[in-house]
């Protein structure tokens, strides 16, 4: 499988409403949903926060159940074996 974005860094990323879907099926949250908790709270800069709390939940469920996705009209279920999902933001020393 190759990204179909490809992002500037070299990897790919999800966009819009890609990156909702993706949130409830690992059973998080949606941006809209995780900005209200996180500005009634007074937090106004929870962006970075999404995308970390989130990479978090995507891995544990790619290490555990897995995550399905239908792509061309076929389902692809996708997982990765425990200890090797990298979770955004990657440390700078990690290879």
């Given at each position: 499988?190759?990204?179909?974005?490809?992002?500037?860094?070299?990897?790919?990323?999800?966009?819009?409403?890609?990156?909702?879907?993706?949130?409830l099926?690992?059973?998080?949250?949606?941006?809209?949903?995780?900005?209200?908790?996180r500005?009634?709270?007074?937090?106004?800069?929870?962006?970075?926060?999404?995308?970390?709390?989130?990479?978090?939940?995507?891995?544990?469920?790619?290490?555990?159940?897995?995550?399905?996705?239908?792509?061309?009209?076929?389902?692809?279920?996708?997982?990765?074996?425990?200890?090797?999902?990298?979770?955004?933001?990657?440390?700078?020393?990690?290879?």
């Amino acid at each position: 499988m190759e990204p179909t974005k490809p992002y500037s860094s070299g990897v790919c990323h999800t966009i819009g409403h890609e990156l909702d879907e993706i949130a409830l099926k690992a059973g998080f949250q949606t941006r809209e949903e995780f900005a209200a908790d996180r500005e009634s709270n007074g937090d106004k800069y929870w962006k970075k926060s999404y995308g970390k709390e989130l990479s978090a939940a995507v891995g544990k469920r790619l290490e555990s159940k897995g995550i399905e996705w239908e792509i061309d009209g076929e389902k692809l279920l996708f997982r990765c074996l425990k200890g090797e999902f990298v979770p955004w933001p990657r440390k700078r020393n990690n290879t």
